[in-house]
Nanobody, 124 residues
Framework: QIQLEESGGGLVQAGGSLRLSCAAS????????MGWFRQAPGKEREFVAS????????YYGDSVKGRFSISRDNAKNTVYLQMNSLNPEDTGVYYC?????????????????WGQGTQVTVSS
């Protein structure tokens, strides 16, 4: 497993933007597909985006398509989530996750390593 640490969360007004970062430790970053999930109070953890190990293929949850963008820098062992046009429904704890393999997945059960999460709050 690899260790993951998220950063970049905070409070933003509706319509604003944030960029989350997830730094991975260890030498196996390029052997992992990566993803972002989020969880609002009282709700289940929700898929946001994922990216293949090479960075060539990405997937998005329906609620964030066209607004969020996932990317990775394998030289820096870091994955990013650019979030634009934020709205209050995007509020929650955002988790970075990793899974072994080249092909990106969208279901929670395929991810074996998780960060502690970073809070994103969007005010109306």
């Amino acid at each position: 497993q690899i260790q993951l640490e998220e950063s970049g969360g905070g409070l933003v007004q509706a319509g604003g933007s944030l960029r989350l970062s997830c730094a991975a430790s260890g030498r196996t970053f390029t052997a992992n597909f990566m993803g972002w999930f989020r969880q609002a109070p009282g709700k289940e953890r929700e898929f946001v985006a994922s990216i293949s190990s090479s960075g060539a293929i990405s997937y998005y949850g329906d609620s964030v398509k066209g607004r969020f963008s996932i990317s990775r820098d394998n030289a820096k062992n870091t994955v990013y989530l650019q979030m634009n046009s934020l709205n209050p429904e995007d509020t929650g704890v955002y988790y970075c996750a990793a899974g072994r393999g080249a092909f990106a997945r969208t279901s929670l059960e395929y991810f074996s390593s998780w960060g502690q999460g970073t809070q994103v709050t969007v005010s109306s």
